[in-house]
């Protein structure tokens, strides 16, 4: 009898393993979940392309989006005027004739490629830790106000899901042309981090 129970006890994990392989292969979750209906992909799908088909109804200008920074609370993190703040740099340096967009410093609204990538992004992520609390005309009068202190639009210009996509970006078509890259060469020249 010991024998025997010696055996099974050799081909019990080898059972084991392979009754858990088989129940890792059975649909356990079948029944739990739903398809989303089409509102809801529509509520998720809040990203804004290059040719702002996506951007909501609204508008707002640099001055009322001056306001509003202050309003918001903007200025506690990135500082009175875009700078000097806790957070990320908001205004890049003065525009000069021969002076590269890259050296303008690392600010979204000068590096962005697109101005309604600077509108997405105010969009979805501010004000920290409030997300999405911003309506359409706040975040259109906060990107206008953030393209006038970097000198891409003046401070009369309002912007709109029309006149957004045809804002001229400061970095023009710089971001898309990279030089050939093969492996062991060095950094790109001029890259900054």
Known sequence: MGA???GT?????FVLLMGASALAQAPTYSGV????SPEEIRAWDISIGPTGSELPPGRGSAKEGATL?????CAGCHGKMGTGGMAPVL???????NLATWDRGRVLPVRAPYATTVWDYINRAM??????????D??????????HINDVIPEDEVLDAQSLPKVKMPIGDEYASLPEWKPKTRRLRGYPY
């Open 127 to 136: 004000p920290l830790n409030r997300e999405g609390t911003l309506t359409a």
């Open 91 to 97: 205004k890049g340096k003065k525009a000069e004739p």
């Open 4 to 6: 025997c129970t010696m």
């Open 33 to 36: 979940g739903r398809t989303p």
């Open 9 to 13: 006890l050799r081909v019990l994990p």
């Open 69 to 73: 920074y202050v309003q918001k609370g």
């Open 138 to 147: 706040e975040v259109y009068s906060l990107t206008a106000f953030l393209l």
